[in-house]
């Protein structure tokens, strides 16, 4: 899924926006993650619960890490970075990245992170009830170019991703951003995905429209190249943490310094339903 909104992305980045509605490609990735997450048997939705392996979980009955109505205790665990399911006879290994059934009762797991630092996704039976995501109408004067100043010594954070998932990102440097008269330099980091595939430029950032129409802690918007140090920064492509459909999710800490003041009506709206997080102020 990641890889097809990576194609559709440098696809959207290379179209002119002036006279448009909603480019194109825009819209065709907004149609494929509405589909995506409204049907996929991976979208946050199916997800009942989100953990760290750490020393092991259990799950199953009443008294496990995670009660899961009609399983038989199993135990995950993580063993040099190898992680395992265990069902009371036998242990089997776990394929990070991958949907793998546990008992008869239509539930699945997942892990992801990097090795040695598992989380654990189980998937149920009978996804929730999804709701469509909302849009803001497309704004082209929020589809800017940027350039990318790179910092003299990059320095490797570890950071919760859009998905919760705990990753080690690098800094990428920042870009600056100039909107009703007032310019503020925004921190971008390199964020491996958790699949392996090619990492991407991501801003997590803030606006006045948090808790007033968008996701109180922020939302996450990608840059794509255009060539040498200049990006497209299209904020009509922001997009919610997964903690916004779901209040299993872990969710990001705000990055320090990426608040912008006047308000971003563009990108992914919120309509609730996920974890009510309010950001800490900025100091």
Known sequence: MRLFLVILGSLAASLPLSGQDVPPAVAAERAAFADWLLTSASSPFAVVVQRAIGEGLTLGPTAADIPLEGLQLHRVTERRGVPYLNDGTRDRVLARFRQTSIGSGGYKISIIGAPGRGTAI??????????????????????????????????????????????????????????????????????????????????????????????????????????????????????????????????????????????????????????????????
């Open 122 to 283: 189980i998937y149920g039976p009978s996804p929730r009830q999804p709701k469509p995501p909302v849009f803001y109408p497309y704004q082209s004067r929020l589809s800017l170019t940027v350039t990318l100043d790179p910092p003299a010594r990059p320095r490797d954070r570890r950071i919760l991703a859009a998905d919760g998932s705990e990753v080690l990102a690098t800094e990428a440097g920042t870009v600056q951003v100039t909107l009703e008269g007032k310019t503020t330099e925004l921190q971008v980091y390199r964020v491996p995905d958790v699949t392996g595939e090619e990492a991407e430029l991501e801003i997590y950032f803030r606006d006045a429209t948090n808790d007033h129409g968008t996701y109180p802690a922020g939302r996450f918007v990608t840059l794509y190249p255009l060539g040498g140090s200049s990006y497209r920064l299209d904020f009509n492509r922001a997009r919610n943490p997964f903690c916004a459909y779901s209040s299993v999710f872990a969710c990001p800490i705000p990055w320090r310094g990426n608040l912008i003041e006047s308000p971003i009506e563009a990108g992914e709206k919120y309509t609730g339903g996920g974890l009510e997080l309010t950001p800490p102020e900025e100091t």
